[in-house]
């Protein structure tokens, strides 16, 4: 199973940029689907967005459309979620998870995932 671990995370300010990275171990990585996920203080995890085991399928979070990418490198066992024109309500532990099903990532809301890492926070001052 890929054991993942979050980085990237930090303090940025409105309109500012981050971008976070997960990496995992193992040699199956390219056989995972990738997402991240959020989860604000008081507040549900969501969705964010997604990624297919190839990196042609994405999907994002209405909230995050035009402003977050996500992308994949499986020559070094890492996805990547680019974050342009933060907003405070960006403000959130990010969590990247993997699943053998694509699907599985963009409609679950994160429930019954193969393996979760431990988060990475990012805030967004105004």
């Known amino acids: 199973q890929v054991q993942l671990v979050e980085s990237g995370g930090g303090l940025v300010q409105a309109g500012g940029s981050l971008r976070l990275s997960c990496a995992a171990s193992?040699?199956?990585?390219?056989?995972?689907?990738m997402g991240w996920f959020r989860q604000a203080p008081g507040k549900e995890r969501e969705f964010v967005a997604a990624?297919?085991?190839?990196?042609?399928?994405?999907n994002y979070a209405d909230s995050v459309k035009g402003r977050f990418t996500i992308s994949r490198d499986n020559a070094k066992n890492t996805v990547y979620l680019q974050m342009n024109s933060l907003k405070p309500e960006d403000t959130a532990v990010y969590y990247c998870?993997?699943?053998?099903?694509?699907?599985?990532?963009?409609?679950?809301?994160?429930?019954?995932?193969?393996?979760w890492g431990k988060g990475t926070l990012v805030t967004v001052s105004s």
């Open positions: 998870a993997a699943d053998k099903v694509y699907q599985s990532v963009v409609r679950s809301g994160g429930y019954g995932m193969d393996a």
């Open positions: 193992g040699r199956t990585f390219s056989s995972y689907a």
């Open positions: 990624i297919g085991w190839s990196g042609v399928s994405t």
